[in-house]
T-cell receptor
Framework: AQRVTQPEKLLSVFKGAPVELKCNYS??????LFWYVQYSRQRLQLLLR??SRESIKGFTADLNKGETSFHLKKPFAQEEDSAMYYC???????????FGKGTKLTVNP | DVKVTQSSRYLVKRTGEKVFLECVQD?????MFWYRQDPGLGLRLIYF???????EKGDIPEGYSVSREKKERFSLILESASTNQTSMYLC???????????????FGPGTRLTVL
């Protein structure tokens, strides 16, 4: 069965500090991993996907198959990064996503 | 710009009522999804539709049904609402994947349903 674990419900950092949101997954095949973000009073939207290997809003995430992890990182957090972050997994070619329980990030001034 | 709209932002119903949540997308997407979002539980898939009149149960279908009579519209039905169905309901759509390509899911603004 596919499972996504986000061990931190809440994460609080100061502006300018590095931030890492953890995501671990359980899946025997080759997964596709994603991070979705929901800012206050906005709809849920895709932040980035591992296949594209891009940096979005200063965030990066590397798929580590050995550790079955897909942690989201940013070297210098900004207040506007405060949001709810969800890690999600899809089997290759599958239409469906399995979401983690989410991590609420607060960046303090 | 992909637009997914949901019929109500807030809804208050009484236990036992039949409740309809409507979702419309304007990008000709084949796939549509209904999730519920609860604090500490994340997003859980209720139902998924990959074509008109086609549906597939998600992880928590009990107490819900769906209808997809037109490609752009996907309805979630609570046959007899109960207090434990108080939640935020999110609709999403995506184009059909091809091969190993994944297509982004686009979400609506959500409907906060309270069942008294």
């Amino acid at each position: 069965a596919q499972r996504v674990t986000q061990p931190e419900k809440l994460l609080s950092v100061f502006k300018g500090a590095p931030v890492e949101l953890k995501c671990n997954y359980s899946y025997s095949g080759s997964p596709e991993l994603f991070w979705y973000v929901q800012y206050s009073r906005q709809r849920l939207q895709l932040l980035l996907r591992h296949i594209s290997r891009e940096s979005i809003k200063g965030f990066t995430a590397d798929l580590n198959k050995g550790e079955t992890s897909f942690h989201l990182k940013k070297p210098f957090a900004q207040e506007e990064d405060s949001a709810m972050y969800y890690c999600a997994l899809s089997r290759g070619g599958s239409e469906k996503l399995v979401f983690g329980k989410g991590t609420k990030l607060t960046v303090n001034p | 710009d992909v637009k997914v709209t949901q019929s109500s932002r807030y809804l208050v119903k009484r236990t036992g009522e039949k409740v309809f949540l409507e979702c419309v997308q304007d990008m000709d997407h084949e796939n549509m999804f209904w999730y519920r979002q609860d604090p500490g539980l994340g997003l859980r898939l209720i139902y998924f539709s990959y074509d008109v009149k086609m549906k597939e149960k998600g992880d928590i279908p009990e107490g819900y049904s769906v209808s997809r009579e037109k490609k752009e519209r996907f309805s979630l039905i609570l046959e007899s609402a109960s207090t434990n169905q108080t939640s935020m309901y999110l609709c999403a759509s995506s184009p059909r994947t091809s091969g190993d390509d994944y297509n982004e899911q686009f979400f609506g603004p959500g409907t906060r349903l309270t069942v008294l």
